[in-house]
Structure formats: structure tokens, C-alpha cells
């Protein structure tokens, strides 16, 4: 069933990346007169197609998920009648040309920023970001930090909850080797703490939140299962909301923390436990999922603890209102995009290991992960994919985006286009660059499954 949900959620998610690219080439296409003929999410065959009224393009959904394309009229791609020649994409001026193609990964970044901006409006509930341990190996326990502070700000960006503070810790560490926190003592007193590493020592973006050594400060909960996740091993083993562990494996659970460590340490092993549930105790058998985490595999069974009120102080909502969370969201765009471009770099010279692609198995995991999780995680991994979308069509690898674009700068400097021999020989070029990426990307996928 896990399989099933990854991979609807996968198709979910790319239908609706695919629809936003290729409409930002449709729309920007419509303003410069340019007559769209097709309007296609996915290729080959079609699923469904029709025509809205008054409307020549015809609209498509195809069988295969994988992409999509927008066709517009072209006297390159067959006979123009005399009178429509003036709509065709190939005698439009050159302006409009670049627009229309430039219009994809902005509206890839455009949409990445609304939905920044949704989930920084609407909230997002988490434990706050108060340090529990210090690994003695980590790059937090040389830099003043100590347990028991709480993070207020990373270089001046708020974080209210655990996950945004690592996070930015994380992306900031990766992009330029050092971060600047602002953090406020048990006793009250804010000071600053700084991370910092040598540019030559910056750990892999895979291996960042190990190598900083830093753990949040975890209440101790009582090992009782709050929300279930449908359709994963905890609710196929029959675990309901309520249920108090009591044993696994004949062993006593005494917390919340025990009985996840119990999960990660056993994945597709099956776990004999005994819970109570209204005053009976009750012997049920669950096998937790496998998947990979920092390259290896725990144990998932899609569960939350019970958090009671005094547990609930430890955890709070991080949001913003009005022209704060506009100029945060637009921050994280900005930010993420020139670390996605920072990090290609890094891979293209060797300083970062390819095993940081993500192939289309690797982010069928994600997706359906994030989706089991919320609407807040998955609304997240649409807006880094999203964002990571935009700026690789923005290369300037010939069959992208990027390519035609070059093409464009190319004609706007030398007053003429690339032949069409010239751009027939890149767009070879560019195509096996492409499949050579994406071959490589499902072999680390497949690595990664196998460990």
C-alpha cells in the first residue's frame, strides 16, 4: 500500500509542477499573440482531451506522467496558413521569444514562493528549538552552544520550532560554511553563537545535520500512540489512537523515545507487543516499513506520540503575518535557489558527491512520505521541487529551457539565430547529457534501496 501511496502522490505532485511550468509558457505565449495549439500535462497517449468554447487550444492529460509540453503554431514544425503567420512562435520578435520561454521556471519560482508564503501564513506546529545534547564529534559543542539553550534566530531569520531552525542551520552551513544563531539561555540571557567550518571541510548536504552534533531537548512522553497514518504497518497491525505500549519483544517500554528506538532498529522484522486499551491488554504483531535515512535503513510504522498537556508546552506553532512572512517567503526563494545553484557547482567540480541527485524513485519516497505525514510537509516538498525545477530548466543545457535561452542571448549579440544545424547538433548533445543524468539518478536511487 506505501508503494501505491508514493506513487500517487508522486504523480500528484509532478502533475501539478508540470501544469505550473507549462502554463507560465502557455499564458506568457497567449500575451505575445502566439497561437498555442496543445496544451499537454504528460506524454504520449492522451487520457483526456477537450476545447473550451471560443477557444482553439486543446487540452490534454497523456498517459505518461513524466513531463509535458505546450505546442504552439511554428513554420518550423509544419505548413502556416498566410493569414496566421503572424501568430506563429517563429516570427515573433525576439523579446517575445525569450519571454515565452523564460515564463516556465518562473512560474515554477513564483509558485514555489506562494506556497512558502501559504505555509508560513497558515502555521506550521512543532517542538520547540531548545538543545537537548551535544555530540562531543559535532561542530555545535566548539562553537558556546550549550544544552538547555533555545534558538531564537538563524543569521537574523526567526525560528520558532526545531525542524525550521535545523533546517536553516543546515542550508546555511551548506551554502557558505559558517551560521550565525541567536539563542536565549535557561536563565533568559540572549547571546550569539556562531558555526563555523572551513570551506574545504563543508560536510556533504546528505550528512550536514549529523556532522553538527546537535539534538533537540525531547519531553519524556509516555510510549502512547497518538495519530496513525492510514494504510501503514501501525494501522495494518491493528494499533488504535489511545493504545499505551506496554512491551515489545518481551522487553518493558518505558517511554516514547524507547519504543521509537524499538521501531528504527527493526525494520521488516516483526515486533511482538503487547498494548492496553480500555483496561485490556491486547497482543498484536507489526512490521515496520523500511526506508533510508542518512543513508540507512530504519525502521517506519506511521504513528505520533499522545501529547498531553504538559507535554504540549514543548511545542509551539512558527508563523507570520502580513509583509513579514511576504519578505521571508521570498527570502527562502531566493536562498534555496542560489544553494540548489551552489550545490550543482559544488557536484560539477568534485567538492560535493553525486549521491546528492534525486532520482524519480528517490522523490516517489519523498512525496508519498511527506504526503502520509501532512499537508504542511508535502505542501513543502512541492516547493523545494518546485524551486529545484526552475533553476535546473534554467541551465544552459540545450533540450531545456536554459538552452533555447542561450540560443536567444547567442542571436540577440550576433543580430541573427543559431543555424538550425548548429541547434540540432546541441540539442543532440543536451538530450544525451539528460539521459546520462538520468540514468545515473535512478542508479543512486536504486543504491539507496538496496543500502
Known amino acids: 500500500m506505501s508503494i501505491i501511496i508514493s506513487m500517487a502522490s508522486f504523480i500528484l505532485a509532478l502533475g501539478i509542477l508540470v501544469t505550473v511550468h ?8 497567449r500575451k505575445c499573440g502566439v497561437k498555442v495549439l ?36 511554428d513554420e518550423r514544425e509544419g505548413n502556416v496558413e498566410e493569414s496566421e503567420k503572424k501568430l506563429a512562435f517563429n516570427n515573433k520578435p525576439l523579446l517575445s521569444r525569450f519571454l515565452i520561454v523564460l515564463a516556465g521556471p518562473v512560474f515554477n519560482l513564483v509558485f514555489a514562493f506562494l506556497v512558502f508564503w501559504l505555509i508560513l501564513t497558515v502555521g506550521e506546529r512543532g517542538l520547540k528549538p ?5 555530540d562531543p564529534a559535532g561542530v555545535a559543542i566548539h562553537s558556546g552552544i ?8 538563524v543569521n537574523d531569520r526567526p525560528a520558532t520550532i526545531w525542524r525550521v531552525a535545523i533546517g536553516l542551520i543546515a542550508s546555511e552551513m551548506i551554502d557558505n560554511g559558517s551560521v550565525d544563531l541567536t539563542v536565549e539561555t535557561p536563565g533568559g540571557q540572549t547571546k550569539d553563537i556562531q558555526f563555523n567550518v572551513q570551506s574545504g571541510d563543508i560536510p556533504e548536504p546528505n550528512d550536514i545535520v549529523n556532522e553538527l552534533g546537535i539534538e533537540p531537548f525531547l519531553p519524556t512522553l509516555k510510549p502512547m500512540i497518538g495519530n496513525i497514518v492510514s494504510a501503514e504497518p501501525a494501522d495494518l497491525a491493528g494499533l ?11 522487553e518493558e517500554v518505558d517511554s516514547w523515545q524507547q519504543w521509537v528506538s524499538v521501531i528504527r532498529a527493526n525494520p521488516e522484522k516483526s515486533i511482538s507487543i503487547i498494548v492496553l486499551r480500555n483496561n485490556e491488554r491486547l497482543a498484536l504483531r507489526l512490521i515496520p516499513q523500511k526506508i533510508i535515512e542518512n543513508d540507512s535503513p530504519i525502521g517506519r510504522i506511521g504513528v505520533s506520540p499522545w501529547v498531553d498537556e504538559v507535554s504540549n508546552d514543548f511545542y509551539t506553532t512558527y508563523s507570520l503575518n502580513g509583509f513579514s512572512a511576504i519578505v521571508e517567503a521570498a527570502t527562502q526563494t531566493v536562498h534555496y535557489s542560489i544553494l540548489t545553484v551552489k550545490l550543482i557547482g559544488r557536484m560539477l567540480i568534485g567538492e560535493a558527491s553525486v549521491q546528492n541527485l534525486s532520482g524519480p524513485i528517490s522523490l516517489a ?5 511527506t504526503a502520509t505525514i501532512g499537508l504542511i510537509p508535502f505542501l513543502k516538498f512541492l516547493a523545494f521541487v518546485s524551486v529545484s525545477l526552475g533553476v535546473m530548466n534554467l541551465l544552459p543545457i540545450p533540450m531545456l529551457d536554459g538552452g533555447h535561452l542561450f540560443f536567444y542571448l547567442i542571436e540577440a549579440v550576433k543580430g ?3 543555424s538550425e544545424k548548429a541547434q540540432g547538433l546541441f540539442m543532440r548533445v543536451g538530450l544525451f547529457v539528460l539521459l546520462c543524468m538520468m540514468v545515473l539518478a535512478i542508479f543512486i536511487d536504486i543504491g539507496r534501496i538496496i543500502g
Open 146 to 153: 550549550e544544552v538547555g539553550d533555545e534558538i531564537l534566530a
Open 38 to 73: 496543445r496544451f499537454s500535462v504528460g506524454f504520449g497517449k492522451p487520457l483526456i482531451k477537450f476545447k473550451r468554447k471560443n477557444d482553439e487550444t486543446e487540452y490534454v492529460i497523456a498517459s505518461i506522467p513524466l513531463g509535458g509540453y505546450v505546442k504552439m503554431l
Open 130 to 134: 531548545v538543545v537537548g545534547k551535544l
Open 365 to 369: 519516497q519523498y512525496a508519498g512520505k
Open 22 to 29: 507549462e502554463f507560465g509558457h502557455f499564458w506568457v505565449a
Open 240 to 250: 488504535k489512537r489511545g493504545d499505551l505500549i506496554l512491551s515489545a519483544n518481551n
Open 416 to 418: 541573427k539565430p543559431v
